[in-house]
Nanobody, 115 residues
Framework: VQLVESGGGLVQPGGSLTLSCAAS????????MNWYRQAPGKERELVAG????????NYADSVKGRFTISRDNAKNTVYLQMNSLKPEDTAVYYC?????????WGQGTQVTVSS
């Protein structure tokens, strides 16, 4: 199983970014995918999740209405569209899945929101 995130960077407050996570090594469409984030000095937290077939998504209260998780099962990719970014969104963002009894993480992508 391999998860590779991309799309992070530096953005001004109020700006937008879209993160991507390319997955391989398992039947992507059969498993839920999640985005987590970890800010300096804080614990890793769940940001958003989406079931294998798409459909009902879930979000942390802190990002509801600003972030959107989606997936393209034909491309084995999950996305996180982030709008109205705030400095407190600054963190390393990780892609995650649980499959075949194990939990897998990507290497993370840094998102920095600063003027």
């Amino acid at each position: 199983v391999q998860l590779v995130e991309s799309g992070g960077g530096l953005v001004q407050p109020g700006g937008s970014l879209t993160l991507s996570c390319a997955a391989s090594g398992f039947t992507f469409s059969s498993y839920a995918m999640n985005w987590y984030r970890q800010a300096p000095g804080k614990e890793r937290e769940l940001v958003a999740g989406i079931p294998g077939g798409g459909g009902r998504t879930n979000y942390a209260d802190s990002v509801k209405g600003r972030f959107t998780i989606s997936r393209d099962n034909a491309k084995n990719t999950v996305y996180l569209q982030m709008n109205s970014l705030k400095p407190e969104d600054t963190a390393v963002y990780y892609c995650n899945t649980k499959t075949l009894g194990s939990v897998y993480w990507g290497q993370g992508t840094q998102v920095t929101v600063s003027s």
